[in-house]
């Protein structure tokens, strides 16, 4: 009998994406990729082990050194837009021949739709053509190995992928926010930084989410800042 991960996939997942309790609609999801046969017959052996009478809270164990699978499921359903069943459908076409030109196509169709949520939450593009090539790679195995994050790189955490809890955990007005980062960006281009930081600060303020495009606009208008103070004070020291 096979070895098995000690925690289960809920588990793993909510360690992945940081919380205490998922969502509701990224637990059915799981429960439905994981636990339904139906669809899953080639994917889910590669997952799914025996079950041991000791660990009696995994009716579907993980296989051990298979835990990276649930982090890049949550990764596929995130870029998938949430489609369970679309899902189902590219581990089960990954599990019979890799990485095919159907679903490269599909997840860059759907990175393209779901520009305003993927902005907003700071989804980076290129990081989306590095999780294409890792899936086409023949050196890459989507069960074993791990995926790049989608997102901003996270310097205490590279491979954080916890936004995806933040767009399943409640409404978020994106095209609001889009609209007033542009503003700001529009001012920031215009070299019109205060009036930038202040629409900046104000959107940090009322949004309900974490927005790292907005941290970012911010450290770019820091940097030139401090870089017009140093110039000013080393004119300064010319003229004394």
């Given at each position: 009998m096979g070895e098995v991960e000690v925690q289960s996939f809920l588990a793993l997942a909510r360690s992945y994406l940081k919380t205490e309790k998922l969502p509701e609609r990224i637990r059915n999801a799981l429960n439905t990729i994981f636990t339904k046969e139906d669809g899953a017959s080639l994917y889910r052996s590669k997952i799914i082990g025996e079950s041991h009478d000791h660990i009696t809270q995994n009716k579907y164990p993980i296989i051990k050194g298979r835990?990276?699978?649930?982090?890049?499921?949550?990764?596929?359903?995130?870029?998938?837009?949430?489609?369970?069943?679309?899902?189902?459908?590219?581990?089960?076409?990954?599990?019979?021949?890799?990485?095919?030109?159907?679903?490269?196509k599909m997840l860059l169709e759907l990175a393209n739709q779901q520009y305003l949520e993927f902005f907003s939450l700071g989804v980076v593009r290129e990081n989306i053509h590095e999780i294409i090539e890792?899936?086409?790679?023949?050196?890459f195995d989507l069960f074993t190995d791990k995926l790049p994050s989608p997102f901003f790189s996270n310097h205490d955490d590279p491979s954080d992928i916890s936004p995806i809890l933040i767009a399943y955990s409640q409404d978020i007005p994106w095209e609001d926010y889009m609209?007033?980062?542009?503003?700001?960006?529009?001012?920031?281009?215009?070299?019109?930084?205060d009036k930038a930081k202040e629409i900046?600060?104000?959107?940090?303020?009322?949004?309900?989410?974490r927005l790292p495009v907005v941290e970012a606009l911010n450290k770019k208008i820091k940097a030139i800042e401090a870089e017009a103070e140093e110039a000013w004070n080393y004119f300064q020291k010319m003229l004394n």
């Open positions: 835990r990276y699978s649930v982090r890049n499921i949550l990764c596929v359903w995130y870029l998938l837009n949430g489609d369970t069943g679309k899902t189902k459908a590219f581990l089960q076409s990954y599990a019979k021949s890799g990485m095919t030109s159907k679903f490269e890792a899936l086409k790679s023949d050196e609209s007033r980062y542009e503003d700001a960006e529009f001012n920031f281009n215009e070299k019109r930084y900046l600060h104000k959107l940090e303020e009322d949004a309900v989410i």
